[in-house]
């Protein structure tokens, strides 16, 4: 289900050293926390497990003090929670004197999969550097090993390649540090019902191993900022960490380097300085309208609200650009949004929904610093619902169709209810029918799955958003989830948009919104 993304062959970018000067002075410091494996384990084949391996516990850390390890030999420690820093560890030699170089493996895995199943192949369509493991070559024992890569892993996988036949090596005082920028939680809403709390937990140390010099969408893959991403993470920190500054050097991160027109990039890219991806989606760009306006509701922040609101509106104009004759935006190949990971899906329609969820953003947003705005965005209002439902609703099926072969999806329903379009007996029925006569063209990602729970927040249906999240991100907490992932299908475990589930991330930004959906009310 692979999905291309554009690459510009003139991509001319636009940078603004006021806004980029002040996110360098907003880059929060990075915590440290060291922690010991927890045990070593061993790997079984078993299609029972939902990765479809078993981890056994055999052993404890401490054991490998008296354990020589010969060429062949290899050490699966379980650290016993997700985390993201480095891996540090004495080596030493055992039996004769070392007589030649010892070559040694590191595999790191969030799942098991990833240090049980080769990775000679993989054949995904996204780099396999991105497969997380490291070869060493060490001359002369004893050396305390510092690896220098972050990596994102709950397993480690340690193998000896190559001593010689005559000396082996001891590992000891093997230990990782993990780094994250969030601070220490404040107190926060303790759930009755165990599932629940659990999820509550899962949420928050996915959003705190996300927090890094910036909100990240992953740690392991693929360590950028993504607007779509950052919109989702800055709600959640508001309710958890609640470090606004880091919310605001990413804001002013996007508006400081973009296309050339002013468009936001979907993307970018921290080293080797900061750097807009030439990757540009529709439904991003305008996010980063709807980000300022939850930062400002949240902090009442006006100075950054004036001083970002131009690259705010800039989005709506770039997207305006976009609508046809009937005021909807064209169904074209010629301009992407994302929406969702589902190959089949047509955009038309919920990215209508977006724009005009957008729009919403954009007023409150307009009423705050450009009054003279507030017309125009009314008006704007008025004109994309009332096409939608002129031209996008299907009153004899019930539904919101997308493109020109009317294609129904759940992702059009629900970016149309989070648009407001239709009064609320009718946002209610559509939600009904959503689960009575279910679209064929379903939600792929915890992303999506989010938008459709705060669809039914929004229409006053919390006993069901609940369920819902009990339901989907509790399956993953049955599953053995330790941070939430990026693509889940309960039907198919090994699903991935790339081709291969061990590229897949396994802690992923845009899966950390239950904690603030349960805090909705």
């Avoid at 010892?102 to 996204?126: C, K, M, N, R």
């Avoid at 009990?470 to 475990?493: I, L």
């Amino acid at each position: 289900m692979a999905q291309g993304f554009q690459q510009l062959k003139d991509h001319r970018l636009k940078r603004n050293s006021r806004f980029l000067q002040l996110a360098e002075s907003l880059t929060p410091e990075l915590q440290q926390t060291t922690i010991r494996p927890r045990a070593i384990v061993r790997l079984h084949k078993d299609d029972r497990h939902p990765h479809g391996w078993f981890a056994e516990d055999i052993a404890t850390p401490d054991s490998l003090d008296a354990q020589r390890l010969n060429t062949g030999d290899e050490v699966i420690l379980d650290l016993g929670t997700h985390c993201v820093g480095y891996l540090h560890l004495s080596c030493e030699v055992m039996g004769s004197p070392q007589d030649a170089p010892v070559h040694l493996q590191f595999i790191f895995g969030e799942i098991t999969p990833e240090v049980a199943e080769d990775f000679a192949d993989y054949s995904g369509w996204l780099s396999s550097s991105w497969l997380q493991q490291e070869h060493r070559y060490i001359d002369v024992l004893p050396e305390n090993i510092q690896l220098a890569r972050r990596y994102c892993c709950r397993y480690v996988k340690i193998r000896v390649v190559a001593t010689s036949q005559k000396f082996g090596i001891r590992l000891s005082d093997i230990a990782f540090t993990c780094v994250s920028s969030a601070q220490t939680l404040p107190a926060l809403t303790r759930f009755s019902d165990p599932l629940l709390q659990k999820i509550d937990d899962i949420s928050v140390l996915t959003l705190k191993n996300c927090m890094q010099s910036v909100f990240e969408d992953g740690p392991k893959r693929d360590r950028r900022l993504w607007l779509g991403d950052l919109r989702l993470q800055a709600l959640v920190n508001y309710h958890t960490f609640q470090q606004d500054s880091l919310v605001r050097r990413c804001l002013y991160l996007f508006a400081g380097v973009t296309r050339e027109d002013g468009m936001v990039a979907a993307n970018l890219f921290m080293q080797p300085e900061v750097i807009a991806d030439d990757t540009y989606l529709l439904d991003y760009s305008l996010f980063f309208v709807a980000t300022l306006a939850d930062y400002f509701a949240h902090s009442g922040d006006r100075e950054t609200v004036e001083d970002l609101w131009p690259t705010a509106w800039r989005q709506i104009e770039l997207a305006l650009e976009r609508l046809d004759a009937d005021d909807l935006l064209q169904d074209s190949e010629q301009w992407w949004a994302f929406i969702d990971w589902h190959e089949q899906l047509n955009k038309q329609a919920p990215a209508q929904g977006v724009f005009i969820y957008c729009l919403q953003k954009a007023l409150i947003l307009a009423e705050a610093v450009a009054p003279a705005s507030v017309a125009v965005i009314e008006q704007l209002l008025r004109r994309l619902k009332d096409a939608s439902m002129q031209h996008l609703w299907q009153p004899e099926m019930g539904f919101f169709a997308s493109g020109k072969d009317k294609q129904i999806s759940w992702a059009s329903q629900v970016w149309m209810i989070l648009a407001g379009v239709g009064d609320e007996t009718f946002q209610l029925a559509l939600l009904n029918r959503l689960s009575s006569d279910a679209p064929a063209i379903a939600l792929q990602t915890p992303y999506m799955m989010h938008h459709y729970v705060e669809a039914l927040i929004q229409c006053g249906q919390h006993a069901g958003a609940e369920q819902v999240i009990k339901a989907y991100w509790g399956e993953m907490v049955n599953r053995g989830a330790d941070t939430f992932w990026e693509v889940f299908n309960a039907e198919d475990a090994t699903l991935s948009p790339y081709g291969s589930h061990l590229i897949n991330s396994y802690c992923h930004a845009w899966s950390c919104t239950p904690a603030w959906l349960l805090r909705q009310k």
